[in-house]
């Protein structure tokens, strides 16, 4: 009689070990593609991420952008050549310096405008250099060892009662369900970047013709700024999820499997906090507004 509800009572005993570790095996997959993944979406550029939108972006500013820009481009070199003559006295204080800087202006208002979109690549092209490269150093210390951090979290299940086990089967379905919710904020803000940065490149046109004013140039600046935020933003997003990752190494060891679970799932609300927050911190480092 006791043999048998030993058995009965192990039989339990393995379903829920193995409910658990199919639970925490989904959850260190789960762990190791957000970190490739997010590395995967940022490293790429706004050609490379979607050819069919790029294309579409580039087409609106070239037909519908730029005419605007020209006139722009004629509003300021108009406004240029005006404050130019006020302030020579009507051109009685002048020299023909003066109307070289003037029509090299002119050169280089029409060049940056007519090359926006070459200039504006330039940037990204940079900007996931510098990720690529940082892809390389932080995707060796990122992948977590799906089976060593198992066998160390389950070796403890063997001591639990089943109650413990019924309640942690449970805690890690609950909290498995979250992270995959987390994966999907996640992955709206990576997307979000990107639809932000062919936003940002449609219009490019129209800053980059203000900026050989002095006055009206701070607008074109400012788009410069605002463009290497969003590049390097790419880079930010690199750091959290390396921090992530190796955070997340350093409690898959823990003794206290319940406390070990909640603290993955804490991380991975911290990893879309940060995520969040490189957008400002970007910004803010580059002073764009």
């Known amino acids: 009689m006791f043999g048998i509800l030993d058995r009965i009572e192990e039989a339990i005993r393995s379903f829920f070990i193995g409910l658990i570790e199919g639970n925490l095996t989904t959850m260190f997959t789960d762990v190791n593609e957000k970190t490739s993944t997010i590395a995967e979406q940022v490293g790429q550029t706004p ?159 129209i800053p980059f013709a203000t900026l050989t004013n002095r006055e009206w140039g701070q607008i074109g600046n400012n788009y410069i700024r605002g463009l290497l935020a969003l590049a390097f933003q790419g880079f930010f997003m690199m750091v959290c999820v390396a921090i992530y990752a190796l955070l997340v190494q350093s409690i898959i060891v823990s003794d206290n499997i319940q406390n070990s679970v909640l603290q993955i799932a804490g991380y991975t609300v911290l990893l879309c906090f940060t995520l969040f927050k490189t957008g400002s911190l970007t910004k803010s480092i580059f002073n764009a507004h």
Request: charged letters at 15%; glycine letters at 4%; one cysteine or more.
């Open 47 to 205: 050609e490379g991420w979607n050819r069919s939108i790029f294309q579409m972006i580039r087409s609106l500013s070239e037909t519908v952008i730029i005419p605007i820009a020209g006139m722009i481009i004629t509003f300021v070199l108009c406004y240029e050549l005006i404050t130019m003559i006020t302030e020579k006295n009507n051109l009685h204080q002048s020299d023909s310096f003066d109307f070289f800087k003037y029509f090299f202006k002119m050169w280089v208002a029409v060049y940056l405008v007519s090359h926006t979109f070459d200039i504006t690549m330039a940037i990204f092209d940079v900007a996931q250099y510098v990720v690529s490269a940082s892809t390389s150093v932080i995707s060796g210390t990122t992948s977590i060892d799906i089976d060593s951090a198992l066998a160390s979290m389950i070796a403890g299940l063997q001591a639990m009662g089943i109650p413990e086990l019924a309640a942690l089967a449970i805690e890690t379905i609950i909290i498995g369900n979250a992270m995959k919710l987390l994966s999907i904020l996640i992955t709206v803000i990576l997307y979000g970047r990107m639809i932000e940065i062919y936003l940002t490149c449609s219009i490019a046109p």
